[in-house]
C-alpha cells in the first residue's frame, strides 16, 4: 500500500499514546513488569531550546533538581496521569512550566520536558477534540510542540482541553491523538496573556500499512570528561558548543532536537569522570498515522532489543544518554517507525532503518599547562594518547567560554583557531599529543583557558577534554 509523506514540522513535536500493556511487553516501560513506581527523565528548557539548570522539578511529592545540562530524573509512585512542573528564578524573575505524562507501571525510561517562561507573560491555548460527528473524545491527548518536547493536555469528558504556561511570541506545531484515529496537526500563534482558540476533528482509519523505515540515519559518539552533575557548572555550554561545532561538520543538525536521557541506577560502564552520549540523526518525514519511534540498540548487527520508545510523531533524532554505555564497545542502532492505528493494539514496530553503529572513544586528558599555572609564551599544549584518535583539535579561548557566551554566536569565540573551519597548526594528527600555541600574541598577566578534542576518522566518535587554565608570564 502506497503511503503519502506529509508536511514538516513547525516549532515542535506531537503526540503520545497509552501502550496497551498486553501487546508491548517487550517494550521497555510497558507492560506488567517492574514495581509501583515510575521513573521520570526528561530535559527543561526555555522556548530557544536553551537548558534551564537548578530548576525545581516537582511532581505529587516528588521533587528533584534540574542538572546543568538542564535535565532532570526522580522515581513518582503510582500509575496514570500526572502533572510535572518546573520552576526557577531567572533574572529575578519567576519562570515557570508544567506537563501532563501517562504513567506506566514499571516505566524507567521516558522522555519528560518541560518549557519554562517568565510568568508575567504566559499565553496558553484552548479548545476541543472531537469525532467527525461533533462528539468529544474523553481522554484524548493534545501535544503543544516545543524546541525538545511538548506540552502533553488530556481532554475532559467533554472533549475539551487547556494549555497554559506557554511562551509567547511563537507559533506552535499542535497535534491531537487518540488510538485507533489519524492524529490533526495544525499550528496557532500565542499572544501573552492570551487564550487562543484551535480544536480538532480525527477521522477514525483502517491500517494503513507499515511505517516507512526511517531514513538517511547516522550516528556521532561523544565522550565528555567532566560528568554534568552540578547545576551550577559553568562549562557545560563550551560542551554545547563543541557539538553544534561537529555536527555542522558532518552535515548534521545542529539546532534544537529531540532529547530522551535514558538512566539506569547500577551496573555504571561509563567511567566515572566522564559522560558518553551517542546521537542519532534521520531524515524528517511526517505520517498522519505516525506515533513515533522505537529504538533499537544491541552490540551485533540489527539489534532486536529496544532500549527506548520515542513517542514523537515529530522527531527527528535520539540522544541516547546511558550510564551503561562504555568506551570502544560497538554499539549498533536501528530505528523503526511506530503508527497510532496498530501500535497501540498489537504492538506492531514498522521496519528499521539501516543499521548504524558508534564506538565511544575513551577519556581524554589535558595535562598541561593546568590548573591557573603560569607559563611563559608560547606554551606547550599537552594531552594524553587517546586510542583510535585520527586528530587532535586545539581550542584556546581569551576568556571564559561560559554558557551564554558559548550559545551566542557573537559572544567568545576561540583565539585559537581563529577561523575553525581552518585550523592550521592547532590540528594536530595522532599519534601526537603537544601543539606549540601557535596563535595571536599573548598578554602578560592575563587568564587563558583552552580543551582538546580527539576524533576519529570522518568524526565519527569524539571526545573532549576537561576545560584547563594557564597565566601567560
Same mark, same amino acid.
Given at each position: +500500500?502506497?503511503?503519502?509523506?506529509? @508536511?514538516? *514540522?513547525?516549532?515542535?513535536?506531537?503526540?503520545?499514546?497509552?501502550?496497551?500493556?498486553?501487546?508491548?511487553?517487550?517494550?521497555?516501560?510497558?507492560?506488567?513488569?517492574?514495581?509501583?513506581?515510575?521513573?521520570?527523565?526528561?530535559?527543561?528548557?526555555?522556548?530557544?531550546?536553551?537548558?534551564? /539548570?537548578?530548576?525545581?522539578?516537582?511532581?505529587?511529592?516528588?521533587?528533584?533538581?534540574?542538572?546543568?545540562?538542564? !535535565?532532570?530524573? +526522580? $522515581?513518582?509512585?503510582?500509575?496514570?496521569?500526572?502533572?510535572?512542573?518546573?520552576? !526557577?528564578?531567572?533574572?529575578?524573575?519567576? #519562570? &515557570?512550566?508544567?506537563?501532563? @505524562?501517562?504513567? %506506566?507501571?514499571?516505566?524507567?525510561?521516558?522522555?519528560?520536558?518541560?518549557?519554562?517562561?517568565?510568568?508575567?507573560?504566559?499565553?496558553?491555548?484552548?479548545? *476541543? %477534540?472531537?469525532?467527525?460527528?461533533?462528539?468529544?473524545?474523553?481522554?484524548?491527548?493534545?501535544? @503543544?510542540?516545543?524546541?525538545?518536547?511538548?506540552?502533553?493536555?488530556?481532554?475532559?469528558?467533554?472533549?475539551?482541553?487547556? @494549555?497554559?504556561?506557554?511562551?509567547?511570541?511563537?507559533?506552535?506545531? =499542535?497535534?491531537?491523538?487518540?488510538?485507533?484515529?489519524?492524529?490533526?496537526?495544525?499550528?496557532?500563534?500565542?499572544?501573552?496573556?492570551?487564550?487562543?482558540?484551535?480544536?480538532?476533528?480525527?477521522?477514525?482509519?483502517?491500517?494503513?500499512?507499515?511505517?516507512?523505515?526511517?531514513?538517511?540515519?547516522?550516528?556521532?559518539?561523544?565522550?565528555?570528561?567532566?560528568?554534568?552533575?552540578?547545576?551550577?557548572?559553568?562549562?557545560?555550554?563550551?560542551?554545547? #558548543?563543541?557539538?553544534?561545532?561537529?555536527?555542522?561538520?558532518?552535515?548534521?543538525?545542529?539546532?534544537?532536537?529531540?532529547?530522551?536521557?535514558?538512566?539506569?541506577?547500577?551496573?555504571?560502564?561509563?567511567?566515572?569522570?566522564?559522560?558518553?552520549?551517542?546521537?542519532?540523526? #534521520?531524515?524528517?518525514?511526517?505520517?498522519?498515522?505516525?506515533?513515533?519511534?522505537? =529504538?533499537?540498540?544491541?552490540?551485533?548487527?540489527?539489534? $532486536?532489543? =529496544?532500549? /527506548?520508545?520515542?513517542?514523537?510523531?515529530?522527531?527527528?533524532?535520539?540522544?541516547?544518554?546511558?550510564?551503561?554505555? &562504555?568506551?570502544?564497545?560497538?554499539?549498533?542502532?536501528? =530505528?523503526?517507525?511506530?503508527?497510532?492505528?496498530?501500535?497501540?493494539?498489537?504492538?506492531?514496530?514498522?521496519?528499521?532503518?539501516?543499521?548504524?553503529?558508534?564506538?565511544?572513544?575513551? *577519556?581524554?586528558?589535558?595535562?598541561?599547562?593546568?590548573?591557573?599555572?603560569?607559563?611563559?609564551?608560547?606554551?606547550?599544549?599537552?594531552?594524553?594518547?587517546?586510542?583510535?584518535?585520527?586528530?587532535?583539535?586545539?581550542?584556546?579561548?581569551?576568556?571564559?567560554?561560559?554558557?551564554?557566551?558559548?550559545?551566542?554566536?557573537?559572544?567568545?569565540?576561540?583565539?585559537?583557531?581563529?577561523?575553525?573551519?581552518?585550523?592550521?597548526?592547532?590540528?594536530?594528527?595522532?599519534?601526537?599529543?603537544?601543539?606549540?600555541?601557535?596563535?595571536?600574541?599573548? *598578554?602578560?598577566?592575563?587568564?587563558?583557558? #583552552?580543551?582538546?578534542?580527539?576524533?576519529?576518522?570522518?568524526?565519527?566518535?569524539?571526545?573532549?577534554?576537561?576545560?584547563?587554565?594557564?597565566?601567560?608570564?
Amino acid at each position: +500500500m502506497r503511503r503519502d509523506r506529509k @508536511v514538516r *514540522r513547525h516549532v515542535g513535536w506531537g503526540t503520545a499514546l497509552l501502550c496497551a500493556a498486553a501487546a508491548l511487553a517487550a517494550f521497555p516501560g510497558c507492560g506488567s513488569g517492574g514495581g509501583s513506581s515510575a521513573g521520570l527523565a526528561g530535559v527543561v528548557t526555555d522556548a530557544e531550546g536553551q537548558a534551564v /539548570a537548578g530548576a525545581r522539578v516537582t511532581s505529587g511529592g516528588a521533587s528533584t533538581v534540574s542538572l546543568s545540562n538542564g !535535565s532532570f530524573t +526522580m $522515581s513518582v509512585g503510582g500509575t496514570g496521569y500526572r502533572t510535572v512542573r518546573a520552576e !526557577s528564578t531567572i533574572g529575578g524573575r519567576r #519562570w &515557570s512550566g508544567e506537563t501532563r @505524562v501517562d504513567l %506506566v507501571k514499571g516505566e524507567q525510561n521516558r522522555s519528560v520536558n518541560i518549557v519554562v517562561s517568565d510568568e508575567r507573560y504566559q499565553g496558553a491555548v484552548a479548545g *476541543r %477534540v472531537v469525532d467527525q460527528s461533533g462528539f468529544g473524545f474523553d481522554g484524548a491527548k493534545v501535544f @503543544v510542540g516545543g524546541p525538545l518536547g511538548s506540552t502533553l493536555a488530556i481532554t475532559d469528558r467533554s472533549g475539551n482541553y487547556e @494549555v497554559g504556561r506557554l511562551t509567547p511570541g511563537f507559533t506552535y506545531t =499542535v497535534t491531537a491523538s487518540f488510538a485507533g484515529y489519524l492524529n490533526d496537526t495544525r499550528t496557532v500563534s500565542v499572544t501573552a496573556n492570551q487564550t487562543s482558540a484551535l480544536s480538532f476533528a480525527l477521522a477514525a482509519s483502517n491500517p494503513q500499512g507499515a511505517i516507512p523505515a526511517p531514513r538517511d540515519v547516522s550516528a556521532q559518539a561523544w565522550t565528555i570528561a567532566a560528568t554534568i552533575t552540578r547545576a551550577d557548572d559553568p562549562a557545560r555550554g563550551l560542551y554545547e #558548543w563543541l557539538k553544534h561545532v561537529y555536527r555542522r561538520k558532518r552535515g548534521l543538525p545542529d539546532g534544537p532536537v529531540a532529547r530522551v536521557i535514558e538512566r539506569k541506577g547500577a551496573g555504571r560502564v561509563t567511567p566515572a569522570d566522564s559522560v558518553i552520549e551517542v546521537d542519532l540523526f #534521520w531524515e524528517y518525514d511526517s505520517y498522519n498515522d505516525l506515533f513515533g519511534y522505537a =529504538v533499537k540498540r544491541g552490540t551485533a548487527a540489527n539489534p $532486536s532489543r =529496544v532500549v /527506548a520508545v520515542l513517542r514523537d510523531p515529530l522527531a527527528a533524532a535520539f540522544f541516547d544518554l546511558d550510564s551503561a554505555l &562504555s568506551p570502544y564497545t560497538r554499539y549498533h542502532y536501528t =530505528v523503526h517507525g511506530l503508527d497510532t492505528i496498530d501500535f497501540p493494539d498489537n504492538g506492531l514496530v514498522g521496519p528499521g532503518s539501516a543499521d548504524v553503529a558508534a564506538r565511544p572513544l575513551g *577519556r581524554l586528558h589535558a595535562e598541561g599547562p593546568i590548573g591557573g599555572a603560569q607559563v611563559t609564551p608560547p606554551p606547550l599544549l599537552q594531552w594524553s594518547a587517546v586510542s583510535g584518535a585520527d586528530t587532535y583539535q586545539v581550542y584556546v579561548f581569551d576568556q571564559f567560554p561560559d554558557l551564554q557566551n558559548a550559545d551566542d554566536p557573537n559572544g567568545v569565540a576561540p583565539i585559537w583557531p581563529e577561523d575553525i573551519d581552518r585550523p592550521g597548526s592547532s590540528l594536530v594528527n595522532a599519534p601526537t599529543t603537544s601543539v606549540r600555541y601557535a596563535g595571536p600574541a599573548l *598578554r602578560s598577566g592575563r587568564t587563558y583557558y #583552552w580543551l582538546v578534542v580527539a576524533s576519529d576518522v570522518g568524526g565519527e566518535a569524539l571526545s573532549a577534554s576537561q576545560l584547563e587554565r594557564f597565566v601567560a608570564r
